[in-house]
């Protein structure tokens, strides 16, 4: 089944505490990205990813990092968590084909006390 | 920059009225793909429909319809006959076409939509 995975899915940890977000998918994409989601704001992209070792920075990226070394995984790193980072965080991929139809992971709840 | 703006934070209504769903986009991009998708209570993000800039027909799947107006910036989504499995907070999206190659999409803020039996 196609798919995009992240672990974990709740994460509830303390302030300066690193922490990483996994997100892997089975569909040879090219394309990977972070979104993360908070009231009213809708999603906002926070770092994305082009192809292996190709990343960029999206509208968000402050305090995050993530690393392509592999084509299927895009974790998102977390060097020291804040309280406003607590989010409900989404993975994306999508192919090199021209319908832009993104697959989003089933998100990743994180509260950061 | 590109922005989109979905007025509406929550709609109400009572099971098999229709809902329709604003949404109004900003780019300077002539070339764009426009999104609605879904978020049930479970959390998970459901892809419903997409529209590129070059066609502005309007269509209707099932008991989804969207009104794609380029001359007013707006790409509207309508549910006919709603039902209690509607509710959730639906999403509008842009993704501008050099953009698109780094897979960002410009997400308006959402509308709860809540279907009362």
């Known amino acids: 089944e196609a798919q995009v995975t992240q672990n974990p899915r709740y994460l509830i940890t303390v302030t300066g505490k690193k922490l990483t977000v996994t997100c892997s998918q089975n569909m040879n994409h090219e394309y990977m990205s972070w979104y993360r989601q908070d009231p009213g704001l809708g999603l906002r992209q926070i770092y994305y990813s082009m192809n292996v070792e190709v990343t960029d920075k999206g509208d968000v990226p402050e305090g995050y990092k993530v690393s392509r070394k592999e084509k299927r995984n895009f974790p998102l790193i977390l060097e020291s968590p804040s309280p406003n980072q607590t989010s409900l965080y989404f993975c994306?991929?999508?192919?090199?084909?021209?319908?832009?139809?993104?697959?989003f992971g089933p998100g990743t709840r994180l509260t950061v006390t | 920059a590109q922005k989109v703006t979905q007025a509406q934070t929550e709609i109400s209504v009572v099971e098999k009225e229709d809902v329709t769903l604003d949404c109004v986009y900003e780019t300077r991009d002539t070339t764009y793909y426009l999104f609605w998708y879904k978020q049930p209570p479970s959390g998970e993000l459901v892809f419903l429909i997409r529209r590129n800039s070059f066609d502005e027909q309007n269509e209707i799947s099932g008991r989804y319809s969207w009104n794609f107006q380029k001359s007013t910036s707006s790409f509207n989504f309508t549910i006919t006959a709603s039902q209690v499995v509607d509710s959730a907070v639906y999403f509008c999206a842009l993704s501008e076409y050099l953009k698109a190659a780094g897979n960002k999409l410009t997400f308006g803020g959402g509308t709860r939509v809540l279907v009362k039996p």
């Open positions: 994306a991929s999508r192919g090199s084909g021209g319908t832009y139809e993104q697959y």
